[in-house]
């Protein structure tokens, strides 16, 4: 699957987009993840862009995407932490548009990063890497 998710033991949810992904692909894991039993109100994001190489979607489908975090997210918690880590520039330009999508919400506080470190840091995690996080699922 392009973008899976998983919610470790402390509640984090780590989101990973691989290779070609499209708009659908995001709705998807927000579907598989508003039903996941243990999905919980407020639970930060870290949403790992490094191995993105495509974002294939058009202005309307990115914006149902974003209205479909909006349904999930807002019906859950005051705010959601949302850290996107974005290396490369593929990665960089598609959190740039999402955090752009939410000017002027509150639902969502979107940061950007392009330090695995900082990301980490940024939702409190004490692991090196994204993998040892992965590890505490």
Request: charged share 20%.
């Amino acid at each position: 699957m392009p973008v899976t998710f998983a919610i470790t033991r402390c509640g984090l949810v780590v989101v990973r987009y691989i290779g070609r992904v499209t708009g659908s692909d995001s709705i998807r894991a927000l579907g598989r993840y508003a039903v996941h039993p243990r999905r919980v109100p407020g639970q930060p994001h870290l949403i790992d862009l490094s191995a993105l190489t495509e974002y294939a979607t058009t202005p309307v489908e990115m914006m149902k995407v974003q209205a479909k975090k909006a349904d999930i997210l807002s019906a859950c918690a005051p705010q959601t932490l949302m850290v996107y880590y974005a290396p490369r520039a593929i990665g960089l330009c598609l959190a740039r548009a999402t955090q752009r999508s939410w000017d002027g919400l509150s639902v969502l506080i979107p940061r950007i990063v392009q330090s695995e470190d900082e990301a980490l840091a940024l939702v409190g995690s004490t692991a090196r890497t994204l993998d040892e996080v992965l590890a505490r699922v």
